[in-house]
Nanobody, 123 residues
Framework: VQLQASGGGLVQAGGSLRLSCAAS????????RGWFRQAPGKEREFVAG????????SYSESVKGRFTISRDNAKNTVYLQMNSLKPEDTANYYC?????????????????WGQGTQVTVSS
């Protein structure tokens, strides 16, 4: 399984970006999907997750109300719409797949990881 994250870039504070994470090698329709981020010198942290059917999603407090996770199982792809971006959102964003199907904040539950896409928000 390969996860290919894309959509990162440089944006001004208040702007928006949409990240995509396409899976290849096998269908991940039964997997939970998540987004995590890691800033320099910091630990990787949970951003958002969605369960296998897309019926349930969860967010970290720092992004709740600004970010939206969604998935298109027909395309084997998960998205992260990021609005009202802040400089503190600057990080490398990683997508991941959770075999349990839950897609929550437990980093250790994720079995497959993408390579990351850099998001930089300028003030």
């Amino acid at each position: 399984v390969q996860l290919q994250a894309s959509g990162g870039g440089l944006v001004q504070a208040g702007g928006s970006l949409r990240l995509s994470c396409a899976a290849s090698g096998r269908t991940l329709n039964g997997y939970g999907r998540g987004w995590f981020r890691q800033a320099p010198g910091k630990e990787r942290e949970f951003v958002a997750g969605i369960n296998w059917s897309g019926s349930r999603s969860s967010y970290s407090e720092s992004v709740k109300g600004r970010f939206t996770i969604s998935r298109d199982n027909a395309k084997n792809t998960v998205y992260l719409q990021m609005n009202s971006l802040k400089p503190e959102d600057t990080a490398n964003y990683y997508c991941a797949a959770d075999r349990s199907g839950v897609g929550d904040y437990h980093l250790q539950e994720y079995h497959y990881w993408g390579q990351g896409t850099q998001v930089t928000v300028s003030s």
